[in-house]
């Protein structure tokens, strides 16, 4: 039995590395039945608010440079302030992140943590790797799932001499396949036991904490006054 569920998969690329890892996390997500999954660059995001706001679950995804997230990819995250992140337009949805860089460690964590932080703020479920630790024993090789060792998302790694139709190689374009699967069982989890117990994907609440706190404190008093 199926579940149907919306994904998104929102990405920058430079060179193509990144983009190549984010096709197969599409890849991945269209693996599992009932998922329906669009790519968007992080330059076509902001014309598809209404895909985004949508969706189940979106999957972001940048290179890393300099230590953090692409200047493209921060472009789309500041775009969203305004309305997704002013009206919690996201809250209750899944995301998932994934990053590419030339080095093996390369700061990649950073940009991994950017995007949780980023989802975070959005009230989004962030969901993890969901893999073990991969190649570190002699009996493994480079082809292995999670290579580099990263639980949080995926963390590709693009030899800087080599293109995007080459690298990255078999075992991190497996892994983004693996990312994108998880994500749409989770995203079809999620959803079917809201579905079981009636409840509809909670709806975001803007403005302070106040408005979320069934006690109504923390306001000055002749200011909760005005408010009433």
Do not use: C
């Amino acid at each position: 039995m199926s579940f149907p569920v919306k994904i998104v998969v929102v990405y920058h690329s430079g060179y193509g590395h990144t983009a190549k890892v984010a096709e197969a996390v599409a890849a991945g997500a269209r693996q599992v039945e009932g998922a329906s999954v669009r790519l968007l660059t992080a330059d076509e995001a902001p014309q598809h608010w209404d895909v985004l706001d949508d969706a189940d679950a979106i999957i972001m995804g940048g290179p890393t440079y300099m230590g953090s997230l692409s200047a493209p990819f921060k472009a789309f995250m500041d775009a969203t302030s305004n309305l997704q992140y002013g009206e919690k337009r996201w809250a209750g949805k899944l995301a998932a992140g994934f990053t590419n860089g030339a080095s093996r460690g390369g700061d990649k964590q950073t940009s991994l943590i950017q995007l949780m932080t980023f989802a975070a703020q959005h009230q989004m479920h962030w969901v993890n790797l969901g893999l073990n630790y991969g190649n570190n024993r002699s009996t493994t090789t480079e082809d292995i799932l999670n290579r580099d060792a990263y639980t949080l998302g995926v963390a590709s790694q693009a030899n800087m001499d080599e293109s995007g139709e080459t690298a990255p190689p078999a075992g991190d374009i497996r892994t983004a396949e693996y990312l994108g699967r998880r994500v749409v069982q989770v995203a079809q989890e999620l959803g079917a036991g809201r579905a079981a117990l009636g409840r509809q994907t909670p709806a975001g609440v803007g403005g302070g904490s106040e408005n979320q706190d069934p006690e109504g404190r923390g306001l000055r008093r002749e200011l909760k006054a005005s408010v009433a």
